[in-house]
């Protein structure tokens, strides 16, 4: 009797789970599959995505994905579908990509599936009236293939995301594939430049998202290869970097094509006034933003900072850090792209796994370089500024810069490549004693002072200068800098190399060229006894230069103090001596 009431409860539990899970499937929308609750729930995201989400071994949203997705679809709930144009500012790995794609892939989704069921509701109508007609009911139309040139057509994309770099695109694109790998007929396309047109064209048949820089996206455009009058939602990404590669035109042509969106999100390190004048002329009373500004201290990056004599010194440092065991993947930045080839080149001599990457590289063998390093075949990636965004590699976990870059901000976004998504990373800076003023300004917009630190064995033997000599001379009468060796000015320091104590102003200044002057004869001010030609004392007339350099009146100062034998003008001459008489002259 026991084991009989047993298995009727447990028959009871199961009938009553089966019918829970009934019920929670009918209430699911088409095409929805069981997911295991996670935190990003109660984000209300399309099953689909919470499955890729889950797949790809999230399970807590970051504070920038909870502050923005909810905003980005508030939109879909309100009654009259207002969406609201939104400018987000974060830290560099804290997920600003998925900040912007999730809600973009879930509003293109439901967009989907509303017009998948009015076309199924206008077939279902044509069919019932071709039946009480007593005809056959009509067929599907076939699926047309988007490669054949008979069947092309320019591309309608419903949403389009803009970047600044190559390698930023193919990043945001790679991640929006990897999101819509449970959906249904929802394609990504990804047009940069460097690549083959036809290939691109191919791709952009029938997309619903394009990724694109905006060189390559207006060529097409302009080829009436894709046309951007039915885009509901654009993103622009790095809108900074977007700025400073000169984008501005492209931007407000764009922002033209595209005019009759519904939303625009436009993401940036930084609100600087540039970027909201941007925002003034592309969107509409949009709503800020902030979390983690680059001021905020990235607590997973250990940051250190070594100072080097020479460009030697500063080779047998890098050598020393790359050759740390610790070191998985590592990315060394350089300023310009012959040194990026130069380092490169130099590291695969000593023996280490390096490719160099930056702009004039090729599309196809940077995007080789690329892949090579995302599998771990290269270990160090010597690149510039064109990788210190959108690269995204789990496994780096040092970035050390041996070129320090052009601009404070490109140092947040370069360190940004470790230490992302809670991982942690580490951040090495060798600057040399002339870059003092370039990690000034990191510090001065970071907010934050670096604290050298010095290997055994590679210590520096420069110091620092004084605290008078790091200042710059200022700018003398006229607007120029005062003469080398020159008296500064009453309350103005001596610049550079100056050996002035400002604890003792009454003290003379010692001049080291009189030092074999008799110490006990007081110092005579030579403006008391200058004549009108300005020299100590009358020169001796029809005496050499030597002659009057041995005069025992000048015995013991030294040739400089000797008078000029030009001192003396001629009799009616001055400025007109020599001179023929002019054409009007009496």
């Given amino acids: 009797m026991m084991m009989d009431a047993v298995l009727a409860r447990d028959l009871e539990l199961s009938a009553q789970e089966i019918n829970t899970l009934t019920e929670s499937d009918s209430d699911a929308p088409l095409g929805s599959s069981a997911v295991a609750p996670s935190a990003f729930g109660h984000l209300a995201l399309a099953p689909e995505l ?8 999230f399970t807590q949203p970051t504070a920038v994905q909870q502050a923005t997705i909810p905003r980005a679809m508030a939109g879909l709930a309100s009654a009259g579908g207002q969406f609201t144009d939104l400018m987000v500012s974060s830290q560099t790995g804290s997920g600003k990509t998925a900040a ?21 509701a206008q077939f279902a109508r044509l069919t019932a009236e071709a039946l009480a007609r007593g005809e056959a009911a009509p067929k599907r139309p076939k699926r047309k293939d988007p490669t054949n040139p008979r069947h092309f057509k320019a591309a309608t994309p419903g949403a389009l995301i803009l970047c600044p770099t190559r390698e930023l695109a193919q990043q945001v694109c790679a991640d929006a ?76 042509e764009i922002h033209q094509l595209t005019h009759a969106r519904e939303q625009t999100m436009m993401f940036s390190a930084t609100f600087a006034p540039r970027i909201m004048q941007l925002a003034t002329r592309v969107m509409r009373e949009p709503q800020r933003i902030e979390i983690d500004t680059p001021q905020d201290k990235h607590l997973s990056i250990k940051q250190t900072l070594h100072w080097a004599d020479n460009l030697e010194h500063k080779r047998k440092l890098l050598d020393h850090w790359l050759r740390d065991t610790s070191i998985a993947q590592a990315v ?30 090729s599309q196809g063998l940077r995007n ?40 404070a901000e490109d ?40 604290k050298p630190s010095v290997i055994a064995g590679l210590e520096p033997r420069q110091r620092f ?57 007081p110092r005579r001010d030579d403006r008391q006894f200058a004549s009108r030609d300005r020299s100590p004392v009358a020169p001796v007339p029809g005496a050499t230069r030597r ?38 002259a009496r």
């Avoid at 919470?50 to 071994?57: E, I, N, R, S």
């Fill in 50 to 57: 919470l499955q890729a989400v889950a797949d790809l071994g």
């Fill in 100 to 120: 912007f794609l999730l809600p973009v892939l879930h509003t293109l989704l439901k967009q989907q599936r509303e017009q998948e069921e009015r076309e199924r």
């Fill in 177 to 252: 594939i990897d999101l819509v790998r449970h959906c249904r007929g929802l394609r990504i396309a990804n047009v940069v430049g460097g690549m083959p047109y036809p290939l691109q064209i191919a791709k952009l048949q029938n997309a619903n998202l394009v990724v694109a820089t905006p060189g390559r996206l207006l060529d097409l455009q302009r080829s009436m290869q894709i046309k951007l009058d039915q885009v509901s939602f654009l993103v622009v990404d790095e809108a900074d970097r977007m700025l400073d590669l000169g984008f501005a035109d492209d931007l407000a």
């Fill in 332 to 361: 060394v930045f350089a300023s310009t792209q012959i040194e990026c080839d130069g380092l490169a080149s130099d590291l695969v001599q000593d023996g280490f796994h390096a490719v160099a990457l930056h702009g004039a590289l």
């Fill in 368 to 407: 080789r370089r690329l892949s090579a390093f995302r599998e771990g075949r290269v270990q160090i990636l010597v690149a510039t500024d064109v990788a210190a965004r959108g690269l995204d590699v789990p496994s780096i976990s040092h970035v050390i810069n041996f070129g320090l870059p052009m601009k």
């Fill in 411 to 450: 140092y947040v976004h370069r360190i940004g490549r470790t230490g992302r998504a809670g991982r942690s990373g580490e951040a090495i800076t060798i600057a040399e004693f002339r870059d003092r003023r370039r990690i000034a300004d990191i510090e001065h917009y970071t907010r934050q002072a670096f």
């Fill in 465 to 521: 200068p004084s605290s008078f000599e790091q200042r710059p001379p200022r700018s003398g009468p006229g607007g120029r800098p005062p003469a080398r060796g020159a008296a500064p000015r009453s309350g103005q320091g001596m610049g550079w190399g100056g050996e002035r104590n400002f604890a003792d102003r009454g003290a003379r200044r010692v001049d080291p060229r009189r030092e074999d002057a008799r110490r006990d004869e």
């Fill in 547 to 584: 002659e009057r350099s041995f005069d025992p009146r000048f015995e013991g100062r030294g040739e400089s103090f000797a008078p000029r034998p030009d001192f003396a003008r001629p009799p009616g001459g001055g400025r007109e001596a020599g001179r023929k008489p002019g054409r009007f």
